[in-house]
């Protein structure tokens, strides 16, 4: 995998990881000005990231069912550490 973003995108969702993060915190961690590594935007973008917001608590990510597929197909070792995939 030579693509710089795409490798990124795995690892963000494994840095999210089988829980809900909030939202705050995943976009200070993974947000970019950077044109060339839209790590967030991609991800979102193919589906990879669900959020949730559910009334008097902050907004969360997750990884989705699609996001999940992709990142134990490309990082199968990543099974071994989400539970959500067994």
Do not use: Q
Not at 41 to 66: I, M, N, Q, W
């Amino acid at each position: 995998m030579n693509d710089p973003v795409a490798s990124l995108v795995l690892d963000l969702l494994e840095w999210i990881g089988d829980a809900p993060r909030p939202y705050r915190e995943v976009i200070e961690a993974w947000r970019t000005s950077c044109p060339r590594l839209p790590v967030w935007e991609t991800a979102h973008e193919d589906g990879f990231l669900e959020h949730s917001h559910a009334p008097g608590d902050e907004e969360r990510v997750a990884v989705s069912a699609k996001g999940r597929m992709h990142l134990l197909s490309a990082r199968p070792r990543a099974a071994a550490r989400t539970p959500a995939a067994a």
